[in-house]
């Protein structure tokens, strides 16, 4: 162990450096006001003083929405959360929770670097492999764009499992092995950001079709896909407590909030020839996409005359042309009839292509630095050159972006307003802040202006609300508890209906102390919850109850649990007993 440490101390120096580096400008800047600030970090308070009091999976955050509540964690994936309020709070016990978070992100980063490391350790010597790891870590669309202007926290924590994937896919492939990585990681993409996850399966697909045609005799292709769907299978069901809840519910909340151009795939193709919903954006991307494929073409014009492992060569040229394939009019059939229309924005598919660009740094570098004959030395380095400019080129069209984004979260030093997204609000609540808002924008109400007009309407919502209340039972008290629990203390000159402060959802139920249910109603004009008191003092609980989704949810993620397991333990004691056979395929 001390012999390696000493033989890579350089290596492990840089990587420190970088890492204390990334910890310390993230500790010193807090969130920047990226694209999802205003969602992220209220989302991320509610979430950890949720956490932090007991609620181990809260979905329920009863300080957003000013007080409301929101149920945006039935829908959003929790890992980059649970993530920073575990590793960003014990970074940084106490502070804030702009702080945290930020912190919570730059740990993201540095564990990107590191399952990139062992992903790459496969095809090269450590040096190569921390080179291409401290790399990947802060490439443009990982780092510039993601972290500082989109505030995509669910793609960046993404961003730390595709290695993995890609690592477990290749050993699966050649080894026979890796198959509980491969569920695990399959879970954890899933539980980090849907959309990512629909693009590495989609990635996944063409790379195995590949595969197999690659593959000898219908025996082994039949062993091989079998392997990849029964792991596979394994690892979405593990993560089935998140995501059927998430499908499941979404027609009680209001998704046709994102049917707009700018969530439209078709409005950011590329080379359709049709005007660009956003220039400054799009030229950004193509901008990633040009480094992306650049860098591909460039490493595989080296790899073409060198004895290389196959699957480096499928791992760089896979993502990238697939990325590329995705962001042009190419891709246009699947955009508008194939469920990957729900990822949104084409672009997205950069988070894949950042594995091919890494992997092609470090084959463009080796080979400048290594050759040694005139005339391909002269190759090589124009082929860096040309590398290093696209690098410079997208991560300068993003530097005034990042600049910006630090200075206006540095300005609002961790504020924010307690919201959640209006995409997760029930329609029966949204809908009058929603025809108040329309009535009132113009024309001239753009980008946060326009957001901050909704927010007012909504908050307005909120004091009716809370008048409501009032009005039917002077002097009630309500109070948020761990758990989805909410307790209501009131008393009432007379028996009636009163409405409560609580968007109006099917699963909430209401008990007396002595555990007696009561009748729980919907109020049709302002979209709240009602129940039905007796004359005088009561005292009552409201609790979200299990919904039909949660439960098919934990008991398929219970089921693949102890397959996992199960099936961890069946393969370790195969491989032990068994002879070596010949690997059923190879990417070599």
């Not at 162990?1 to 101390?9: P, T, Y």
């Not at 409301?68 to 993530?83: I, K, N, T």
């Not at 990957?340 to 091919?356: C, E, G, I, K, T």
């Not at 009561?518 to 609980?541: K, Y």
Request: net charge neutral; charged share 15%; glycine share 8%.
């Amino acid at each position: 162990m001390s012999h390696a440490i000493k033989s890579h101390a350089r290596l492990i120096a840089c990587a420190s450096l970088l890492g204390l580096g990334l910890l310390v400008f993230h500790g010193l800047v807090g969130t920047p006001e990226g694209e999802s600030y205003k969602f992220n970090l209220p989302w991320f308070d509610a979430f950890r003083s949720a956490f932090w009091a007991g609620d181990v999976y809260p979905r329920f955050l009863p300080e957003l929405w000013y007080g409301l509540g929101a149920y945006d964690f039935f829908f959003y994936g929790p890992l980059p959360f649970w993530f920073s309020a575990l590793i960003g709070e014990a970074s940084c016990p106490g502070c804030d929770s702009g702080t945290v978070l930020s912190l919570g992100g730059a740990w993201m980063i540095i564990a990107s670097g590191i399952t990139f490391f062992l992903f790459a350790r496969r095809f090269f010597a450590p040096a190569w492999a921390g080179f291409g790891a401290m790399l990947y870590a802060v490439l443009p669309y990982h780092y510039l764009i993601d972290w500082f202007d989109r505030q995509a926290i669910g793609e960046v924590a993404a961003l730390m499992i595709l290695p993995l994937l890609a690592l477990a896919t290749t050993k699966l492939i050649e080894d026979k092995k890796g198959g509980v990585l491969f569920a695990v990681s399959v879970a954890a993409l899933a539980l980090s950001h849907l959309p990512t996850t629909l693009i590495f399966v989609h990635l996944l697909a063409a790379i195995m079709v590949w595969v197999l045609l690659q593959t000898k005799g219908w025996a082994m292709r039949a062993e091989l896909a079998l392997r990849f769907t029964v792991w596979g299978l394994l690892g979405i069901s593990l993560a089935a407590f998140y995501w059927v809840p998430a499908l499941g519910l979404l027609h009680t909340v209001s998704p046709e909030m994102l049917a707009t151009d700018f969530y439209n795939p078709m409005a950011w193709l590329f080379l359709d020839g049709q005007p660009e919903i956003s220039p400054e954006r799009s030229l950004i991307m193509k901008w990633g996409l040009a480094l992306a494929v650049g860098s591909a073409l460039g490493s595989l014009f080296i790899l073409k005359r060198t004895s290389s492992p196959g699957a480096l060569t499928l791992w760089i040229a896979g993502p990238s042309l697939f990325a590329f394939f995705l962001m042009t009019v190419f891709s246009i059939m699947i955009w508008e009839h194939w469920i990957l229309n729900r990822v949104q924005f084409p672009w997205r598919a950069l988070a894949v292509a950042d594995l091919s660009i890494a992997l092609s740094a470090i084959v463009i570098t080796k080979h400048a630095l290594e050759t040694r004959k005139d005339a391909k030395a002269w190759r090589g380095r124009l082929t860096a050159a040309a590398a290093g400019f696209l690098l410079l080129g997208t991560a300068a069209t993003q530097m005034p972006n990042v600049t910006d984004t630090v200075a206006r979260g540095n300005a609002l030093a961790g504020a924010h307003k307690p919201i959640g997204t209006p995409e997760y609000v029930p329609p029966g609540f949204l809908s009058p802040a929603l025809t108040r808002f329309r009535s009132s924008v113009t024309d001239q109400d753009i980008g946060e202006a326009r957001y901050d007009l909704f927010f007012a309407e909504m908050q307005r919502s909120v004091e009716a609300a809370r008048a409501a209340l009032q009005a039917d039972a002077p002097g009630a008290v309500m109070s948020a508890h761990p758990h989805d629990r909410v307790s209501l203390t009131v008393t009432l000159e007379e028996a009636r209906t009163i409405r409560l402060p609580l968007a109006n959802w099917p699963h909430w139920r209401a008990q007396t102390q002595d555990g007696r249910p009561l009748f729980v109603g919907a109020d049709a004009e302002q979209g709240l919850v009602t129940v039905a008191l007796p004359q005088g003092r009561s005292e009552i609980e409201l609790f979200l109850a299990e919904a039909p989704p949660q439960r098919l949810g934990s008991m398929l993620s219970l089921v693949a649990l102890f397959g996992l397991l199960g099936g961890g333990v069946f393969c370790r004691i195969r491989r032990k007993f068994s002879a070596d056979k010949p690997l059923a395929t190879s990417l070599g």
